[in-house]
């Protein structure tokens, strides 16, 4: 019989049998209760996005007014303490925010409507424009020739215009979800205190109801400080991409820097969506394409600028929020609700951050460092 050491340990076996195997060297066993409780979560996250998924006509709108009157509440918190009754001061808020959001509207829409009227004549004008790549198009065309890819090549088509109507009615909400999202989000401004009260005293732990606390008054302290920072970033890039149209001599420049501003509060997707417009006015309002490009040139130029420095250095003191989930937390809301869902996540993000530091605190166990 021989003695060999394994891992600090003495284990015997018979000379030229195999040797046992030491407990610590085991696979950790999977029970059957801890398959069963990951399926269960699994399926209610299942039946959770079904339902907000199918129900989207009323969770859109309350949510929505959630999440703007937990922004909100400070600035009526603020006129409560001038003697302003807070119903009072929800309807005041609502109603400035109301009218700051027509005045950006018109500044819009006129040159919507304007453009609108002319789509044929514009689309006349952009294929004439485009017709300077055809000879790079053949180019390509030849050289995928000489190494052996054969194909037709396709003409240059405008695309027709029967996807306005249903772009438009995707981002409109209707007049139900209007008025639900309106009444309430007065409602909730004015009641938010009663509201936080019977949150916290729901618990009957002191320290439940202290954590619950901490919870409620962070996440109004971080959404409220989230919309005044980004409203005046946004405001920022607006004036910016305004002065560029100006300098540009591109046509409306109050608009399009009203329409770049409102964009911007949609993360990835709306300064896109801004550059492609610039891009598309431009070749049209220009003789050349090269003029034409100048104002989106410079809007990228403002957009990198604000979104790798000025962001990052204000916002990310405050909440460090990590690129990658800020990606797929805009992905998976604007899947589930579309240009509204993009607006709203971030701010959920922000919420589910808080909730995670406060529920599942550091010194809980940890994985091991690398």
């Not at 299942?46 to 999440?67: C, S, T």
């Not at 020739?145 to 215009?161: E, L, N, R």
């Not at 964009?263 to 969506?273: D, E, S, T």
């Amino acid at each position: 019989m021989r003695v060999l050491p394994s891992e600090g340990l003495l284990s015997t076996a018979p000379e030229g049998g195999p040797l046992h195997e030491s407990k610590s060297e085991q696979p950790p066993v999977i029970r059957r209760a801890e398959v069963v409780a990951v399926a269960q979560v699994g399926l209610l996250i299942i039946a959770l996005v079904a339902v907000l998924y199918l129900a989207k006509a009323f969770f859109l709108p309350v949510v929505m007014a959630f999440v703007v009157g937990t922004m909100l509440a400070p600035a009526a918190s603020f006129l409560a303490r001038h003697r302003i009754p807070r119903p009072a001061a929800a309807v005041l808020i609502v109603a400035a925010g109301g009218a700051a959001a027509a005045f950006i509207v018109g500044l819009i829409s006129s040159p919507l409507m304007e453009w609108s009227t002319r789509l044929p004549e514009l689309a006349a004008q952009l294929k004439d424009k485009l017709h300077v790549l055809d000879r790079p198009l053949a180019l390509w065309q030849g050289l995928k020739g000489m190494v052996g890819i054969h194909d037709t090549m396709p003409s240059f088509q405008i695309p027709k215009f029967e996807w306005v109507q249903p772009t438009l009615e995707f981002l409109s909400p209707t007049f139900t979800e209007f008025l639900l999202f309106f009444a309430t989000l007065v409602l909730f401004i004015a009641s938010w205190p009663d509201l936080r009260r019977a949150l916290i005293m729901n618990f009957a732990d002191h320290d439940a109801r202290l954590r619950m606390l901490r919870i409620l008054n962070e996440i109004e302290v971080h959404l409220g400080n989230y919309l005044l920072t980004v409203t005046m970033i946004n405001i920022g890039v607006g004036i910016a991409t305004g002065i560029v149209c100006a300098i540009t001599h591109m046509p409306n420049p109050a608009g399009l820097g009203a329409l770049a501003a409102t964009l911007n509060f949609f993360p990835i997707i709306g300064p896109v969506a801004m550059f492609v417009i610039l891009v598309v006015v431009g070749v049209i309002a220009f003789p050349t394409i090269s003029g034409g490009l100048m104002a989106a040139l410079a809007f990228s130029g403002i957009v990198f600028l604000e979104g790798h420095f000025v962001t990052p250095t204000i916002i990310g003191r405050r909440l460090a929020l990590n690129a990658l989930a800020v990606f797929l937390a805009l992905a998976f809301w604007t899947w589930l609700w579309g240009p509204m869902g993009g607006f709203l996540s971030s701010p959920l993000l922000i919420v589910a951050l808080i909730l995670k530091e406060h529920l599942l605190p550091e010194n809980s166990p940890q994985l091991p460092a690398d």
